[in-house]
């Protein structure tokens, strides 16, 4: 019975240490690009509320600056191929021969930089002084932070969680 009972309060308390507390933030963007949150997050509910009196086009990004666009740097990459090697060569008897041979070969290769435009978690339009709520399930997980952009003026509250990585 003693087994039985602490398997239970181990369970207990794993599961306890497995729920999410969730964080209310609320504030507002104008008409241009403003971090939220600059960390591993992800969100659970976000009210938009236009302030600007016209319909106004959200955006809401995973980055973890004040920007929409994420820049890739210039790297080196590797592709490996089979192909054939051709060996000749002349013996002792003035015969020539030769042997083909099927070899692995492996070529590098840069590849450029590329500026594109940041991943998008979430896109609306907010009608003229309306308000839109989404609330997705499960949660949508940003890897940077979160990045809003608004056409106008929109208010924000926003329900998030920290991601452990």
Sequence with gaps: MNKLISFFAGLLLV???????????????????ATLLSTTVGFKYIQLTDTSGSANLVTIYDNSTASTNVVSAAYTAAVTYTTNVVESFTNLAGVTQSFTNNVLHTQTYTVAAATNEARVLYRVTVPASGTVTFSPSPGVNATLGLTVKAAGNVNYTLQYYTLPF
Excluded at 17 to 23: E, F, K, N, P, V
Aim: no cysteine; aromatic share 10%; charged share 5%.
């Design 15 to 33: 599961a306890s240490l497995h729920a999410q507390s969730y964080i209310w933030k609320s504030g507002s963007a104008t008409s241009s690009a």
